[in-house]
């Protein structure tokens, strides 16, 4: 199929300027499916992709699988391109999600969503990327108001009154009414057109790779949160789990470098023995995980889909603001008005969290600037821990007032300022997509923490 849609429908190298309704640069999962769907819909369509389908269709070039919800599984249906996906799609009957370190091992309590809960169908499927895309370059061959021109690279695009020219690397113009950028995170025809984004990394890689298992999963996607980020076995066709293995990205390297023996012992550490034997087979791939968004999806003539847009408009709602202060043992600390001076915790024991805490990171910058140097630090991992080791008398610590509202409301914790240094704060705000009105889980949620936050502000009298 490939080879007839490169050998009969992809512009050749001295074509110029042929004009279409819509051109779609980048022919990934989105920009092909895009294409499929307006040629389907009457409209002529170019995709162009700067990569030959023959690469990304390689097992070699992507590990990943995508979970399609029920609506994408619809979308793929209406497009004919479903029954060429449906061989190699494995239906997700349930979802485990559960939490836990590597050492001790999973919690006792988890999640479970089952399918049979909402009806028959399943929750959705999993399917490989590269099958997706053999899938959708199949169903594009046979589309005959789809051209697709790989490889070719767009390098601009040039809008008027009346259309938009593409210049491709091939040598070829194509002119559209519109264009669509569908090229992925890195993408030209966004910054032309001086489409800004906004977004960060969050200091994460995944780590992708397929593992063969003794025992069948039975289409149970399993989600284990340890502190370094998710864990994920999804099942793949066949007695196989794609894994996705969220973590630290100082830590990552280390682990992709490790011989085929330590990393399939690795994965079992955090994976546990209930589908017997796993083995990691294939190349492993890694992804570091961020977060972008672009401030607006359009401009003269051009329109930005999939990981070029990367989501729905996001607005940002100022909800509330939370002060970080420290806490002790009552009497601990001599206290002034609430207040300590920073000069005095230096002989104290800091405890802390983790480094990657967004709490602990507030409070070390103000500590840093307070020139507070303690005799010992000392990590704990969770809230709970820090609070009652400072109830024991067994050190100090900077958490969120809303955190230790109660127990500073029952008198087991003081809490205190630091002395001739601004509050240490920081604001939360919830995200939402623009002109949507709250759901009602989400209204559920800012009551509930609007409800905290009062109880918050009652403690927060008793600093001082
Ligand atoms: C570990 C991991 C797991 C994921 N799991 C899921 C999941 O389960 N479900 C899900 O929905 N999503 C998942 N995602 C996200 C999903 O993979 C991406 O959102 C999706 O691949 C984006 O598709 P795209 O077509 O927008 O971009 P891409 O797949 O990046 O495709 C862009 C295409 O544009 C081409 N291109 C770029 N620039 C040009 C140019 N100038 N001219 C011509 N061509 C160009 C490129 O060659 C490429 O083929 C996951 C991501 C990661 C990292």
Redesign the pocket.
């Known amino acids: 199929m490939l080879e007839n849609l490169s050998e009969s429908r992809a512009v050749q190298k001295t074509e110029i300027t042929e004009t279409f309704d819509v051109t779609v640069?980048?022919?990934?999962?989105?920009?092909m499916t895009l294409g499929l769907a307006l040629a389907k819909a009457g409209l002529d369509v170019a995709v162009?992709?700067?990569?030959s389908p023959d690469l990304?269709t390689a097992p070699t070039f992507d590990g990943?699988?995508?979970?399609l919800a029920y609506s994408s599984c619809r979308l793929f249906e209406q497009l004919g391109v479903w029954h060429r996906l449906a061989p190699n799609a494995q239906p997700i009957n349930d979802i485990l999600v559960s939490d836990g370190r590597v050492r001790r091992g999973a919690a006792p309590f988890f999640l479970h969503f089952d399918h049979r809960e909402i009806g028959n169908a399943p929750l959705g499927h999993l399917v490989e990327?590269r099958h997706i895309r053999s899938a959708l370059f199949a169903e594009a061959a046979s589309e005959a108001r789809l051209t697709f021109v790989a490889p070719?690279?767009?390098l601009r695009a040039t809008p008027d009154a009346q259309r938009t020219t593409l210049t491709v690397d091939t040598d070829c113009a194509m002119a559209a009414t519109l264009c669509v950028a569908?090229?992925?995170?890195?993408?030209?025809?966004r910054d032309q057109a001086g489409l800004k984004t906004i977004g960060w990394r969050y200091a994460q890689t995944?780590i992708?790779a397929t593992v063969a298992h003794e025992r069948p999963h039975d289409g149970i996607a399993q989600e284990y949160f340890l502190p370094s980020g998710p864990f994920a076995m999804l099942p793949m066709t066949g007695n196989r789990s794609s894994l996705?293995w969220t973590e630290r990205a100082a830590a990552a390297p280390a682990f992709l470098a490790l011989d085929d023996a330590s990393f399939d012992h690795e994965v079992a550490r955090r994976f546990g023995g209930f589908l017997g034997v796993t083995k990691v087979t294939g190349p492993r791939w890694s992804?570091p995980?961020s977060l972008h968004l672009a401030r607006s999806y359009i401009a003269p003539r051009l329109a930005l889909?999939?990981?070029?847009a990367a989501d729905e408009r996001i607005e940002l709602e100022a909800l509330l603001s939370d002060e970080i202060v420290g806490i002790a043992k009552p009497g601990l600390l001599r206290k002034t008005k609430g207040k300590v001076k920073p000069e005095t915790l230096s002989a104290h024991t800091l405890l802390v969290r983790e480094s990657r805490s967004s709490t602990q990171q507030v409070a070390d910058r103000a500590l840093r600037a307070a020139g507070v140097e303690p005799a010992r630090v000392w990590e704990l991992d969770s809230s709970e821990a820090i609070k009652r080791a400072a109830r024991e008398g067994l050190g100090i610590a900077f958490v969120s007032l809303y955190a230790v509202a109660e127990e500073v409301e029952r008198g087991e914790l003081e809490c205190f300022r630091l002395a001739g240094h601004p509050r240490i704060e920081r604001r939360f705000h919830i995200a939402r997509l623009v002109r949507r009105s709250p759901s009602p889980s989400e209204r559920g949620f800012m009551a509930t923490v609007t409800r905290c936050a009062k109880g918050a502000h009652h403690a927060a009298a008793s600093v001082g």
């Not at 889909?305 to 070029?308: F, N, Y």
């Open positions: 640069s980048g022919g990934g999962m989105v920009g162009i992709d700067a990569q990304t990943r699988v995508s979970a990327n070719g690279r767009v569908a090229e992925g995170r890195v993408s030209t025809l995944g992708v996705v992804y995980l889909v999939g990981d070029t």
